[in-house]
C-alpha cells in the first residue's frame, strides 16, 4: 500500500478555481490508478476522476467533464486534480485513493486512501 495525503483544498467563490494535490509515499506510485473521490455528510463516497499509472487514460464523472482535470507527475509521486467553474454542489471532503485493478469509479477497488482535503464553494 501506499501513504497518501491531500493538500490544496479550502474556501471558494463559486465560479472559481482550486487545484488539489496528493502526494504518494513509496516507490511503485506508477503502478497504481489514482483516484478523486468526494464525500458530504449522510452520503456515498462520489467518484471524481481518475487516471491510469502512466498517465495515459483519464476519467470523469459527468458531473465534473470539461471542468476538472486530473493528471499525475510519477516523479514527484503526485496526483493533481484542477477544479474549474466550481459549482456550489462541489462543496465536499475530497479524497485522494490509490487502485491496482479494477473499475475506477468504484471506491471498493481503492486500497489506500487519505485524510481528505475540504473545498467549500460559497456562493
Known amino acids: 500500500q501506499v501513504q497518501l495525503l491531500e493538500s490544496g483544498g479550502g474556501l471558494v467563490q463559486a465560479g472559481g478555481s482550486l487545484r488539489l494535490s496528493c502526494v504518494a509515499s513509496?516507490?511503485?506510485?506508477?503502478?497504481?490508478?489514482m483516484g478523486w473521490f468526494r464525500q458530504t455528510p449522510g452520503k456515498e463516497r462520489e467518484f471524481v476522476a481518475a487516471i491510469s499509472g502512466s498517465g495515459g487514460r483519464t476519467y470523469y464523472s459527468d458531473s465534473v467533464k470539461g471542468r476538472f482535470t486530473i493528471s499525475r507527475d510519477n516523479v514527484k509521486n503526485t496526483v493533481y486534480l484542477q477544479m474549474n467553474s466550481l459549482k456550489l454542489e462541489g462543496t465536499a471532503v475530497y479524497y485522494c485513493a490509490a487502485s491496482r485493478s479494477g473499475d475506477v469509479t468504484s471506491p471498493f477497488n481503492y486500497n489506500s486512501w487519505g485524510q481528505g482535503t475540504q473545498v467549500t464553494v460559497s456562493s
Open positions: 513509496g516507490r511503485t506510485f506508477s503502478g497504481y490508478t
